[in-house]
Nanobody, 122 residues
Framework: QVQLVESGGGWVQAGGSLRLSCAAS????????MGWFRQAPGKEREAVAA????????LYADPAKGRFTISRDNAKNTVYLQMNSLKPEDTAVYYC???????????????WGQGTQVTVSS
């Protein structure tokens, strides 16, 4: 069992940056692939990024490529999402998730946080 708590969301103007954090507890953090997902109002949840257990490689969905960076600190049981050059269309609730299969498919992730709101104004 893994408990995940996101933080770092908020309001930012277009072009600005935010760094989201997700703190894990309850199990060995490095046993899990970690992912970030988001869900905008009226839209389905979509993948943002994923990172391997030891942080050796990462994947990004097209909207995140070149602007977002996923990273993890296994000593701190925390995964991060650095978001730069934010756009209004990035407005969503952002969720972190823990799973055992590396990829961007949400169905492979087992544990989910409660989410943190990111609002980007134009």
């Amino acid at each position: 069992q893994v408990q995940l708590v996101e933080s770092g969301g908020g309001w930012v103007q277009a072009g600005g940056s935010l760094r989201l954090s997700c703190a894990a507890s309850g199990s060995t953090f490095s046993n899990y692939v970690m992912g970030w997902f988001r869900q905008a109002p009226g839209k389905e949840r979509e993948a943002v990024a994923a990172i391997r257990r030891l942080g050796t490689s990462s994947l990004y969905a097209d909207p995140a490529k070149g602007r977002f960076t996923i990273s993890r600190d296994n000593a701190k049981n925390t995964v991060y999402l650095q978001m730069n050059s934010l756009k209004p269309e990035d407005t969503a609730v952002y969720y972190c998730a823990a799973g055992v299969y590396y990829g961007l498919g949400s169905s492979t992730y087992i544990y989910w946080g409660q989410g943190t709101q990111v609002t980007v104004s134009s």
